[in-house]
């Protein structure tokens, strides 16, 4: 359940789709949803996720509150052995997704390193994959664990690289997550996805170039932003 509120004054207000009407008691429309997300009784525990600015309003722009910055971008099922099973996602993942979709990529470097493993564990889940969040120790070099079932079965194991701009994700990532794609039978693939980029040579290196993109995949922050869009089902400008 979401409750909503203006984000000048505090007013309670309605979510509204398409443009937003002005409050009433101050004349923003700005917007902010602070969202009670019960978590699964095994789990044995309740937190409550605040939503990020949601702005929609006359400018356009949309941006990150650091104060509101929260925590729980996905909404946990229950406990398995390699991590959390992810149920579905928030729709405080909803609303980040679409900030990031809309350009405002600035903003990525106010979430933490966790809140990013949920971000993509929630763009996964989006995409139809059953989600695993592995343990922020103890991961065994896997943040994410996503897999379908039926014809075409998949296991992909994802690593997730929270970069600021110019810190490069290098060759020696690459080869790690290698390695543990050849300790797991049962993963099909790897993906890294960073919210920054790939060392210039990383992509012709000769022990890893050959498992480009079949059995390793690479995302920069730019694809992870389309992507982020699609999900969101947000349409970026060419």
Request: net charge neutral.
């Amino acid at each position: 359940m979401s409750d909503w509120f203006c984000s000048n004054c505090a007013m309670p207000m309605d979510d509204e789709t398409g443009p937003r009407r002005p409050c009433p008691r101050c004349g923003s429309t700005l917007r902010t949803a602070k969202e009670s997300i019960a978590m699964g009784a095994r789990l044995g525990d309740r937190y409550v996720a605040e939503a990020v600015e949601f702005l929609d309003g006359s400018n356009g722009h949309s941006k990150i509150i650091p104060s509101l910055v929260m925590q729980g971008l996905i909404i946990p099922e229950d406990k398995v052995n390699e991590g959390i099973l992810v149920k579905s996602t928030s729709t405080v993942w909803m609303e980040i997704a679409k900030i990031l979709a809309r350009g405002d990529w600035e903003q990525a470097a106010q979430l933490t390193p966790t809140q990013w493993e949920e971000l993509i564990a929630g763009a996964y889940d989006r995409a139809g994959y059953q989600v695993i969040l592995t343990p922020r120790s103890g991961d065994f070099g896997r943040d994410i664990i996503a897999t379908t079932r039926g014809v075409g079965s998949v296991r992909i194991l994802g690593s997730v690289k929270r970069y600021a701009p110019g810190h490069l994700v290098d060759a020696e990532a690459c080869r790690s997550l290698l390695g543990v794609l050849s300790g797991d039978p049962k993963a099909s693939k790897g993906i890294i996805t960073t919210t920054s980029d790939f060392a210039p040579r990383v992509r012709t290196d000769p022990f890893i170039a050959p498992f480009l993109p079949t059995r390793l995949e690479l995302m920069n922050g730019s694809e992870l932003k389309k992507w982020l869009a699609d999900l969101s089902e947000i349409k970026l400008k060419k």
